[in-house]
């Protein structure tokens, strides 16, 4: 017995040991087995205990980058089930969701031999029995994954001195000065270029953009555009729908997304996931995921339900898929809004995914404290799309040889 107690009080020493140690990372690699298509109890054990590190005031995680790599049984046991399930994780911790997209794909390679992984991360097959170890094609995927982490953990590495989410809820009062700041912008040829590409039926989503895009121009050197995908309903059936004429917001087409360093999509839910509007526009990009030039850019993701419950949560969640297979890196806000993330006096949209807000009967519109973490977003965004924005253009061989 007493040789249990010294080997269990050993054990929490470790993990209280390794927690402590987090702290000191700028970024990070998480990696686990699967089990029924999730990570194991033992990680999500030792995820929980980081409890303790979870601050409304500090956020001891927000704006750290971190990947994901893991093993399953067989094949269609969990590869993406398991790293989808894990990115809540990291979002609710605040931290930048690195995906590896395809960058290292070889189709044939694929199609022909047995190879573990996806654009959430690297990967491989352990065998029902664990016998089988990582092939060669495996190894050199999960050396790519590291390396690429490390360049991206290298152009976030957060200042100490000054976390970003204690911008949050400065709305009013930065809003003087904005347009001047954005003439400067548009003389200056090294602005760091966001687009704000949205669906919007009935104005709550535009209001929210619109809002994220002060929220971007509040910060120097940093150029917002609004843009709206194609409408796929007919005008008789919008008129049923009593939807009111869109806004003079000019469409975007796919090739338009490449000009962008940095890209916010905001969409609208229908059961739970992004309206077929949407889904429309981002299915048409094929030929841009088959050259990966979407890769490396950040994205950011808001959005509207009608009601709480309705999908706050699932819509942006089903979405990050979106951005894994193009390789983009995901910026959720976490919990950088501060106190107004705790809201319960009122009803309030959004959440560590990003903002949000409810339509109701389409009669209810952004309210006040919406608003304000849609500009929230924006600012946060902008600031950390600053920062990466070496990136930009950048091919995937010359990013590898960066220092």
Known sequence: MEKNK???????????????????ADGFAFGFPTRFGMMPAQFQTFLD?????????????????AGIFLSTGCQGGGQESTAL??????????????????ILDSGKCRMRDVIGGSPFGAGTYVDTDGSREPSGIELNQAFHQGKYIATITKKLKRDPKCSLHKIARRRLTQREGIEKQQRDIERSSMAVKVYIVYYSMYGNVERLASEISLGLQSVQDV?????????????????????????????????????ADAIIFG?????????????????????LWKAQMLAQKLAGIFYSTSSQGDGQETAPLSAITHLVHHGMIFVPIGYTFGPGMFEMTEQKGGGPY????????????????ELEQAFHQGKYFANIAKKCYILKKMPFKQLEKLD
Not at 6 to 24: D, G, H, P, Q, Y
Request: net charge negative; with cysteine.
């Open 6 to 24: 010294e080997v269990e009080a050993s054990t929490v020493a470790a993990k209280v040991c390794i927690v402590n140690e987090l702290l000191k």
């Open 49 to 65: 205990s980081t409890g303790s590190l979870w601050d409304e005031e500090e956020q001891l995680f927000e704006g750290k980058p």
């Open 85 to 102: 399930s894990a990115i809540p994780q990291l979002v609710n911790r605040g931290m930048i969701f690195v995906p590896m997209g395809h």
């Open 223 to 259: 150029e917002a555009t609004m843009w709206q995908v194609p409408e796929t309903l007919s005008i008789d059936e919008l008129s049923r729908l009593k939807a009111p004429a869109k806004s003079d917001v000019p469409i975007i087409n796919q090739l338009k997304l490449c000009e």
């Open 267 to 287: 969409f609208p839910t229908r059961f739970g996931l992004m309206a077929s509007q949407f889904k429309a526009f981002l299915d048409s990009n094929e030929f």
């Open 354 to 369: 990003g903002a949000g807000t409810y339509a109701g009967d389409e009669s209810r519109k952004p309210t006040e404290l």
